[in-house]
């Protein structure tokens, strides 16, 4: 069964960083591709970064590249999330996902963790 488990979620102050985990488990990931996600109160679900489990360039939502880094550990099986620069419109609840390679985020294939609350005060 295969379990997405974010970590690292809190509140801090604008400006300030934290740095989201995603514990990925119950299979082999080498051909997905991992993100993260976020859902702000009232809005829909939007893509944050991604990155090729396997390895390879990552992409970024344009508003965040600069600010967020995602990096996986292979060895660990983990994804993380660096967000420096924070600000009060970061503020969502942040999801990791995984998708095979060439799908749709939002496809059936698509497995999500059960997210992480990110609240930065001004």
């Known amino acids: 069964q295969v379990q997405l488990v974010e970590s690292g979620g809190g509140l801090v102050q604008a400006g300030g960083s934290l740095r989201l985990s995603c514990a990925a488990s119950?299979?082999?990931?080498?051909?997905?591709?991992m993100g993260w996600f976020r859902q702000a109160p009232g809005k829909e679900r939007e893509f944050a970064a991604g990155?090729?489990?396997?390895?390879?360039?990552?992409t970024y939502a344009a508003a965040l590249k600069g600010r967020f880094t995602i990096s996986s550990d292979n060895a660990k099986n983990a994804v993380y999330l660096q967000m420096n620069s924070l600000k009060p419109e970061d503020t969502a609840v942040y999801y990791c996902?995984?998708?095979?390679?060439?799908?749709?985020?939002?496809?059936?294939?698509?497995?999500w963790g059960q997210g992480t609350q990110v609240t930065v005060s001004s």
């Open positions: 996902a995984a998708t095979m390679e060439g799908r749709s985020w939002f496809g059936t294939s698509t497995y």
């Open positions: 119950g299979r082999t990931f080498s051909s997905y591709y």
């Open positions: 990155v090729r489990w396997s390895g390879g360039n990552p």
